[in-house]
Protein backbone atom coordinates (compact mmCIF):
# COMPACT_ATOMS: atom_id res chain seq x y z
CA UNK A 1 0.00 0.00 0.00
CA UNK A 2 0.87 3.32 -0.42
CA UNK A 3 3.33 4.67 2.21
CA UNK A 4 3.32 8.28 3.94
CA UNK A 5 5.88 9.44 6.93
CA UNK A 6 5.84 12.55 9.01
CA UNK A 7 9.20 13.94 10.33
CA UNK A 8 9.48 14.22 13.54
CA UNK A 9 7.00 11.95 15.60
CA UNK A 10 6.92 14.17 18.91
CA UNK A 11 8.20 17.58 19.41
CA UNK A 12 8.23 19.22 22.78
CA UNK A 13 9.35 23.30 22.12
CA UNK A 14 9.15 26.59 24.19
CA UNK A 15 6.46 29.18 23.54
CA UNK A 16 7.20 31.04 20.96
CA UNK A 17 9.48 29.08 18.88
CA UNK A 18 8.81 27.78 15.60
CA UNK A 19 8.53 24.36 14.46
CA UNK A 20 8.68 22.68 11.11
CA UNK A 21 7.05 19.16 10.61
CA UNK A 22 7.86 17.16 7.15
CA UNK A 23 5.03 14.89 5.43
CA UNK A 24 6.30 13.00 2.98
CA UNK A 25 4.94 10.19 0.33
CA UNK A 26 6.92 7.45 0.10
CA UNK A 27 6.26 5.26 -2.78
CA UNK A 28 3.59 7.47 -4.84
CA UNK A 29 3.57 11.25 -6.30
CA UNK A 30 1.13 13.75 -4.28
CA UNK A 31 0.18 16.71 -6.45
CA UNK A 32 -2.24 17.73 -3.48
CA UNK A 33 -1.49 16.73 0.36
CA UNK A 34 -3.26 17.37 3.04
CA UNK A 35 -3.15 18.82 7.13
CA UNK A 36 -5.45 17.84 9.71
CA UNK A 37 -4.97 19.04 13.48
CA UNK A 38 -6.61 16.45 15.98
CA UNK A 39 -7.37 17.20 20.01
CA UNK A 40 -7.28 14.36 22.10
CA UNK A 41 -10.63 12.48 21.71
CA UNK A 42 -11.77 14.88 18.42
CA UNK A 43 -11.54 13.91 15.06
CA UNK A 44 -9.80 15.09 12.55
CA UNK A 45 -10.42 18.97 11.19
CA UNK A 46 -8.77 19.82 7.97
CA UNK A 47 -6.48 23.23 7.98
CA UNK A 48 -5.36 23.44 4.54
CA UNK A 49 -5.35 21.64 0.97
CA UNK A 50 -1.66 21.97 -0.32
CA UNK A 51 -0.73 21.75 -3.95
CA UNK A 52 2.37 20.90 -5.47
CA UNK A 53 3.67 24.22 -6.75
CA UNK A 54 1.43 26.78 -5.35
CA UNK A 55 0.21 28.61 -2.41
CA UNK A 56 -2.12 25.96 0.05
CA UNK A 57 -5.53 26.56 0.18
CA UNK A 58 -6.79 27.15 4.11
CA UNK A 59 -9.61 26.52 6.21
CA UNK A 60 -11.76 29.39 7.47
CA UNK A 61 -10.57 30.40 11.03
CA UNK A 62 -6.69 28.75 10.49
CA UNK A 63 -4.52 31.34 10.45
CA UNK A 64 -2.07 31.79 7.34
CA UNK A 65 0.61 33.62 8.95
CA UNK A 66 1.09 31.25 11.93
CA UNK A 67 0.57 28.15 9.98
CA UNK A 68 2.96 28.14 7.05
CA UNK A 69 2.70 25.38 4.36
CA UNK A 70 4.91 24.80 1.71
CA UNK A 71 4.82 22.07 -1.05
CA UNK A 72 7.46 22.22 -2.68
CA UNK A 73 7.46 18.99 -5.05
CA UNK A 74 4.92 15.62 -5.70
CA UNK A 75 6.56 13.91 -2.63
CA UNK A 76 7.22 16.59 0.39
CA UNK A 77 5.19 18.88 2.03
CA UNK A 78 5.91 20.81 5.26
CA UNK A 79 4.29 23.08 7.93
CA UNK A 80 5.91 25.18 9.99
CA UNK A 81 3.68 26.33 13.36
CA UNK A 82 5.39 29.98 13.83
CA UNK A 83 5.67 31.42 17.39
CA UNK A 84 4.15 28.72 18.71
CA UNK A 85 2.14 28.85 21.92
CA UNK A 86 0.41 26.44 24.34
CA UNK A 87 -2.33 25.91 22.52
CA UNK A 88 -1.02 24.95 19.87
CA UNK A 89 -0.75 21.96 21.21
CA UNK A 90 -2.13 19.09 19.25
CA UNK A 91 -1.72 15.83 16.85
CA UNK A 92 -1.14 17.21 13.59
CA UNK A 93 -1.63 14.85 10.64
CA UNK A 94 -0.93 14.89 7.14
CA UNK A 95 -2.25 13.23 4.14
CA UNK A 96 -1.32 12.31 0.72
CA UNK A 97 -4.01 11.77 -2.46
CA UNK A 98 -2.77 9.35 -4.69
CA UNK A 99 -4.53 8.98 -8.40
CA UNK A 100 -5.12 10.86 -11.23
CA UNK A 101 -5.99 14.30 -9.60
CA UNK A 102 -9.54 13.37 -8.73
CA UNK A 103 -11.28 14.44 -5.46
CA UNK A 104 -12.26 10.58 -4.96
CA UNK A 105 -8.76 9.69 -5.44
CA UNK A 106 -7.78 7.80 -1.80
CA UNK A 107 -6.05 9.31 0.56
CA UNK A 108 -3.25 8.33 2.42
CA UNK A 109 -2.39 9.32 5.94
CA UNK A 110 1.10 10.09 7.84
CA UNK A 111 1.67 8.89 11.47
CA UNK A 112 1.02 11.83 12.72
CA UNK A 113 3.31 14.23 15.33
CA UNK A 114 2.47 15.35 18.70
CA UNK A 115 2.85 18.77 19.23
CA UNK A 116 3.74 19.83 22.99
CA UNK A 117 4.12 23.74 23.39
CA UNK A 118 5.93 24.32 26.95
CA UNK B 1 -24.72 20.13 5.31
CA UNK B 2 -21.03 19.33 5.39
CA UNK B 3 -21.68 18.00 8.35
CA UNK B 4 -21.30 14.16 8.77
CA UNK B 5 -22.66 12.61 12.39
CA UNK B 6 -21.62 9.05 13.46
CA UNK B 7 -22.97 7.64 16.19
CA UNK B 8 -22.66 5.98 18.91
CA UNK B 9 -19.87 7.62 20.57
CA UNK B 10 -18.37 4.59 22.19
CA UNK B 11 -19.33 0.97 21.80
CA UNK B 12 -18.14 -1.98 24.05
CA UNK B 13 -18.50 -5.37 22.27
CA UNK B 14 -18.07 -8.82 23.33
CA UNK B 15 -15.00 -11.08 21.33
CA UNK B 16 -17.32 -12.79 18.62
CA UNK B 17 -19.94 -10.30 18.62
CA UNK B 18 -20.61 -8.14 15.52
CA UNK B 19 -20.09 -4.11 15.86
CA UNK B 20 -22.20 -1.25 14.64
CA UNK B 21 -21.40 1.75 14.21
CA UNK B 22 -23.82 4.36 11.54
CA UNK B 23 -23.11 7.68 9.86
CA UNK B 24 -25.85 9.91 8.44
CA UNK B 25 -25.22 13.13 6.20
CA UNK B 26 -27.15 15.85 4.14
CA UNK B 27 -25.02 16.95 1.62
CA UNK B 28 -26.32 14.74 -1.75
CA UNK B 29 -23.47 15.84 -3.66
CA UNK B 30 -21.02 13.92 -1.42
CA UNK B 31 -19.39 10.99 -3.63
CA UNK B 32 -17.42 8.99 -1.91
CA UNK B 33 -17.45 7.35 1.45
CA UNK B 34 -14.38 5.98 3.45
CA UNK B 35 -14.23 4.34 7.21
CA UNK B 36 -10.49 5.01 8.49
CA UNK B 37 -9.48 3.17 11.63
CA UNK B 38 -7.25 5.04 14.40
CA UNK B 39 -4.60 3.58 17.13
CA UNK B 40 -3.82 6.03 19.97
CA UNK B 41 -0.83 7.91 18.73
CA UNK B 42 -1.13 6.95 14.99
CA UNK B 43 -2.51 8.15 12.40
CA UNK B 44 -5.75 6.53 11.03
CA UNK B 45 -5.91 3.94 8.00
CA UNK B 46 -8.38 3.23 5.31
CA UNK B 47 -10.26 0.47 6.41
CA UNK B 48 -12.65 0.18 3.48
CA UNK B 49 -14.57 2.47 1.37
CA UNK B 50 -17.59 2.78 -1.41
CA UNK B 51 -19.14 4.94 -3.47
CA UNK B 52 -23.17 5.72 -3.82
CA UNK B 53 -24.22 3.47 -6.67
CA UNK B 54 -23.60 0.22 -4.66
CA UNK B 55 -25.75 -0.67 -1.63
CA UNK B 56 -23.09 -3.14 0.02
CA UNK B 57 -19.64 -3.70 0.36
CA UNK B 58 -17.63 -6.51 2.16
CA UNK B 59 -14.06 -7.09 2.60
CA UNK B 60 -12.84 -9.31 5.10
CA UNK B 61 -14.86 -8.94 8.44
CA UNK B 62 -15.68 -5.22 7.57
CA UNK B 63 -18.75 -4.73 5.50
CA UNK B 64 -19.82 -1.16 4.57
CA UNK B 65 -24.15 -0.83 4.08
CA UNK B 66 -25.25 2.28 2.23
CA UNK B 67 -28.34 3.53 1.97
CA UNK B 68 -28.43 6.69 -0.29
CA UNK B 69 -32.58 7.82 -0.02
CA UNK B 70 -31.63 7.54 3.73
CA UNK B 71 -28.33 9.54 3.75
CA UNK B 72 -26.98 7.00 6.14
CA UNK B 73 -24.52 4.41 5.81
CA UNK B 74 -22.91 2.02 8.56
CA UNK B 75 -19.75 -0.09 9.09
CA UNK B 76 -20.45 -3.79 10.52
CA UNK B 77 -17.67 -5.58 11.86
CA UNK B 78 -17.97 -9.57 11.99
CA UNK B 79 -16.58 -11.54 14.59
CA UNK B 80 -14.90 -8.38 16.39
CA UNK B 81 -11.60 -9.34 18.24
CA UNK B 82 -9.55 -7.54 20.49
CA UNK B 83 -7.43 -6.37 18.42
CA UNK B 84 -9.82 -4.09 16.78
CA UNK B 85 -10.61 -2.05 19.69
CA UNK B 86 -9.55 1.46 18.45
CA UNK B 87 -11.42 4.87 17.14
CA UNK B 88 -13.68 4.49 13.55
CA UNK B 89 -14.40 7.30 11.84
CA UNK B 90 -16.26 7.96 8.51
CA UNK B 91 -15.96 10.33 6.41
CA UNK B 92 -17.55 11.78 3.43
CA UNK B 93 -15.88 13.29 0.24
CA UNK B 94 -17.40 16.31 -1.18
CA UNK B 95 -14.17 18.27 -2.71
CA UNK B 96 -12.70 17.71 0.59
CA UNK B 97 -12.62 15.04 3.02
CA UNK B 98 -15.39 15.81 5.63
CA UNK B 99 -15.22 13.54 9.00
CA UNK B 100 -17.25 11.90 11.60
CA UNK B 101 -17.06 12.38 15.18
CA UNK B 102 -15.70 8.63 15.65
CA UNK B 103 -16.72 5.91 17.50
CA UNK B 104 -14.42 4.63 20.22
CA UNK B 105 -14.75 1.06 19.73
CA UNK B 106 -13.62 -1.68 22.90
CA UNK B 107 -13.84 -5.21 22.22
CA UNK B 108 -13.63 -7.30 25.30
CA UNK B 109 -12.19 -10.85 25.38
Known amino acids: GAVVSQHPSRVICKSGTSVKIECRSL??????MFWYRQFPKQSLMLMAT?????????EQGVEKDKFLINHASLTLSTLTVTSAHPEDSSFYICSARRGGGRSTDTQYFGPGTRLTVL | QQQVKQSPQSLIVQKGGISIINCAYENTAFDYFPWYQQFPGKGPALLIAIRPDVSEKKEGRFTISFNKSAKQFSLHIMDSQPGDSATYFCAAMGGKLIFGQGTELSVKP
Open chain 1, 27 to 32: DFQATT
Open chain 1, 50 to 58: SNEGSKATY
